[in-house]
């Protein structure tokens, strides 16, 4: 599988951008699929997941901001992220993994495929 994350740039605080996952190579429908973000300096953070089921996790800063959605048709996931604040600055991964185990859906260590990443910086 590979994933290609896009749709990162400068927006100011407040704003709204919609960052897109798109796979090939294999359909994703029954993968849990991620989004992490990462800033300088810091760790790599869980910020939202779909299970293969549709359900929806979110990372608690993110949560009531952010949107993550599928498209079985295109084989891609969608991170809707609103309200940006200029501490959700970091670049953006999105993972696949076909045995995410539902307790660990926030761990990286569960997730077999990465996308390169897509910078996403918000200006006070």
């Known amino acids: 599988v590979q994933l290609q994350a896009s749709g990162g740039g400068l927006v100011q605080a407040g704003g709204s951008l919609r960052l897109s996952c798109a796979a090939s190579g294999r359909t994703v429908s029954r993968y849990t699929v991620a989004w992490f973000r990462q800033a300088p300096g810091k760790e790599r953070d869980f910020v939202a997941g779909?299970?293969?089921?549709?359900?929806?996790h979110y990372a608690d800063d993110v949560k009531g901001r952010a949107t993550i959605s599928r498209d079985n048709a295109r084989n891609t996931v969608f991170l809707q992220m609103n309200s940006l604040k200029p501490e959700d600055t970091a670049v953006y991964y999105c993972a696949a993994g076909s045995d995410v185990i539902l307790s660990s859906l926030r761990a990286s260590s569960q997730y077999d495929f990465w996308g390169q990443g897509t910078l996403v910086t918000v200006s006070s």
């Open positions: 779909i299970r293969w089921t549709g359900t929806t």
